[in-house]
């Protein structure tokens, strides 16, 4: 297993959740790492990413203020702290590694961790 996320559940609208993604492997040999979310029926949605060297994070507008990328590199550890969460992002969230932004530039993907958001 080259990425594995952890951390989802349920939570009350306004609570908070923070994931984890595990590297190990090949997955560590990319420079980013980033987030995506996927609800049934829809196109994968970009969420955040991260550079190795953490100086560089980008979010989506969705979740700008709310939502915090981080990575532990002596961990090979990435986070995603959600903060302030709404019945909207409920979703499978997953995180990859790759060397692009969008979802096509990521060539390694965790199995996923449900998130959901209850009103």
């Known amino acids: 297993v080259q990425l594995q996320a952890s951390g989802g559940g349920l939570v009350q609208a306004g609570g908070s959740l923070r994931l984890s993604c595990a590297a190990s492997?090949?997955?560590?040999?990319?420079?980013?790492m980033g987030w995506f979310r996927q609800i049934l029926g829809k196109e994968r949605e970009f969420v955040a990413a991260?550079?190795?060297?953490?100086?560089?994070?980008y979010y989506a507008d969705s979740v700008k203020g709310r939502f915090t990328i981080s990575r532990d590199n002596a961990k090979n550890t990435g986070y995603l702290q959600m903060n302030s969460l709404k019945p909207e992002d409920t979703a499978i969230y997953y995180c990859?590694?790759?060397?692009?932004?969008?979802?096509?530039?990521?060539?390694?993907w965790g199995q996923g961790t449900q998130v959901t958001v209850s009103s």
């Open positions: 492997g090949r997955a560590l040999g990319y420079p980013i």
């Open positions: 991260i550079m190795r060297s953490g100086g560089f994070t």
């Open positions: 990859a590694a790759g060397t692009g932004l969008s979802a096509n530039g990521y060539t390694y």
